[in-house]
């Protein structure tokens, strides 16, 4: 198992900035592909940005491309997304994800992004 917890988020004025960290521990060598995804009031829960171990692969949603950077720590199992000129519509509840090699997934608890005009 991989336990995954989030911290940052809040509610930010558009235009500003906000970080979100998350930390995995469990069995931490299992895993390969780490990111977030968000999930909006009446939406289903979208890609926002993930990352393979040794950052040797990573993808945006294009709605997000050139705002949100995603880096990774694996000597501290941790993944970073900095989200920059944040736009009303980025409001959403964002979860850590990690992926197995053996493709099991596992979330966090997830933290609630609010974005104001």
């Known amino acids: 198992q991989v336990q995954l917890v989030e911290s940052g988020g809040g509610l930010v004025q558009a235009g500003g900035s906000l970080r979100l960290s998350c930390a995995a521990s469990?069995?931490?060598?299992?895993?390969?592909?780490m990111g977030w995804y968000r999930q909006a009031p009446g939406k289903q829960r979208e890609l926002v940005a993930s990352i393979t171990r040794g950052g040797s692969s990573i993808q945006y949603a294009d709605s997000v491309k050139d705002r949100f950077t995603i880096s990774r720590n694996d000597a501290q199992n941790a993944v970073l997304l900095i989200m920059n000129s944040l736009k009303p519509e980025d409001t959403a509840v964002y979860y850590c994800?990690?992926?197995?090699?053996?493709?099991?997934?596992?979330w966090g608890q997830g933290t609630q992004v609010t974005v104001s005009s």
């Open positions: 994800n990690a992926q197995s090699f053996g493709r099991d997934e596992y």
């Open positions: 469990g069995r931490i060598f299992s895993i390969n592909a």
